[in-house]
């Protein structure tokens, strides 16, 4: 590089623009906000491109039901996801589910090749209005994961029809030496 091209460029600006090295700007709070806007935004949505609550397939319980007994005969024909918080599954969910929340499937990270082995997915939470499952929904229609279905009913509606639920095992005290 000779004397010349070397005084042109400074951090990528022609120094005959007169420009500065260019150097980190600590972020403005107008910036700050306007970042947390767009997260609280894309939560909302469940981060998902083009995907929306019309994209949604719901499937009804009995639909739950079927899809269960089938997973009986074969393991892999069901994923069935819980989308509420760890310690509202804690409290009892539908038997079988794994507890999952958005985070766990940031929009920008490759899929969880673990769930491509199944043939259906289906995410519940509460109750229609969940959006925690509503997004997750969304979320792994936009990565990719084929079949996954919104059972919009939720929790709320598996119990209301008298259905069993799943709790952690108690941990049981041991006895007392004598």
């Excluded at 910036?31 to 806007?37: D, H, I």
């Excluded at 979320?139 to 639920?165: A, C, H, I, S």
């Excluded at 095992?169 to 007392?176: C, G, L, Q, V």
């Amino acid at each position: 590089m000779n004397a010349t091209t070397k005084n042109i460029l400074h951090d990528g600006v022609p120094s005959s623009f007169g420009a500065a090295p260019t150097r980190p700007v600590p972020p403005t709070t107008a910036s700050v906000m306007l970042g947390l806007g767009l997260c609280l935004a894309t939560l909302g949505t469940g981060g998902c491109g083009n995907i929306d609550d019309t994209d949604i397939k719901n499937v009804s319980i009995g639909e739950v039901t079927t899809a269960l007994a089938a997973r009986e005969k074969n393991p892999m024909a069901l994923a069935l996801v819980d989308a509420r918080a760890p310690q509202d599954f804690a409290t009892g969910h539908i038997p079988g589910a794994v507890n999952l929340l958005i985070v766990d499937f940031p929009e920008q990270r490759e899929r969880d090749r673990r769930f491509d082995a199944f043939d259906r997915i289906i995410v519940y939470g509460k109750d229609p209005s969940s959006p925690s499952a509503r997004g997750l929904t969304k979320r792994m229609m936009y990565l990719g994961y084929d079949d996954v279905k919104f059972f919009p009913g939720g929790l709320n509606e598996w119990v209301g029809t008298g259905r069993p639920l799943e709790t952690p095992e108690a941990k049981k005290t041991p006895d007392a030496k004598r």
